[in-house]
């Protein structure tokens, strides 16, 4: 089946624009999770969300960033005003629950370039 | 400290060598473990969980120690195939949230 989606793979852009990324998790997979991976660096958790509901949005970097979940599906993260030090890899996981057994699949991730 | 700690190798090691990866991580009240693999520019992939019992997957073992809060992986008969970034993942207090480690890269040459 389907493996978690991301779009888009590559995304280059300015300083000071806002990005969209988004990310299309396993079908039936209740619980969503948002990662980053900069250079050289191990991967650090952003925001998580149990169907639509992000309960602890502290993981997120600055209130440059945001995500939402609809329809239990579909989630994006948004970053506005994009700054040189948001340059990463962007991954999306999902899990079947979020329960501590369950292992979390990975999408291929999203390369964001800020210039 | 850091959450999870690994030797970031590398490791280069011929075909049919036998390799283990260690991993320490900081939290005691900590209750799942990972091996994750990373190729280059790709996506994390699940190699195997660790359960305290220490389990085997083919040719890859790997052992929990809870009381030295230290994870261990084992590779035997390495494959080219398994060159690749060994990332030791422990699910944080809160439940929800992976910590992973920095990674252990790994170079399996003929």
């Known amino acids: 089946g389907a493996g978690v989606s991301q779009s888009p793979s590559n995304k280059v852009t300015e300083k000071g624009k806002d990005v969209e990324l988004r990310c299309d998790p396993i079908s039936g997979h209740t619980a969503l999770y948002w990662y980053r991976q900069r250079l050289g660096q191990g991967l650090e958790f952003l925001i998580y969300f149990q169907g639509n509901s992000a309960p602890d949005k502290s993981g997120l970097p600055s209130d440059r960033f945001s995500a939402e979940r609809t329809g239990e599906s579909v989630s994006t993260l948004t970053i506005q005003r994009t700054q040189q030090e948001d340059s990463a890899v962007y991954l999306c996981?999902?899990?079947?629950?979020?329960?501590?057994?369950?292992?979390?699949?990975f999408g291929d991730g999203t390369r964001l370039s800020i210039l | 400290r850091k959450e999870v700690e690994q030797d970031p190798g590398p490791f280069n090691v011929p075909e049919g060598a036998t390799v283990a990866f260690n991993c320490t991580y900081s939290?005691?009240?900590?209750?799942?473990f990972f091996w994750y693999r990373q190729d280059c520019r790709k996506e994390p992939k699940l190699l195997m969980s660790?359960?305290?019992s220490g389990n085997e997957d083919g040719r890859f073992t790997a052992q929990l120690n809870r009381a030295s809060q230290y994870i261990s992986l084992l590779i035997r008969d390495s494959k080219l195939s398994d060159s690749a970034t060994y990332l030791c993942v422990v699910l944080g207090s809160s439940g929800y949230a992976l910590n992973f480690g920095k990674g252990t890269s790994l170079l399996v040459t003929p």
């Open positions: 939290n005691s009240a900590s209750q799942s």
């Open positions: 660790v359960y305290s």
């Open positions: 996981a999902s899990s079947l629950a979020m329960t501590a057994n369950q292992p979390q699949h």
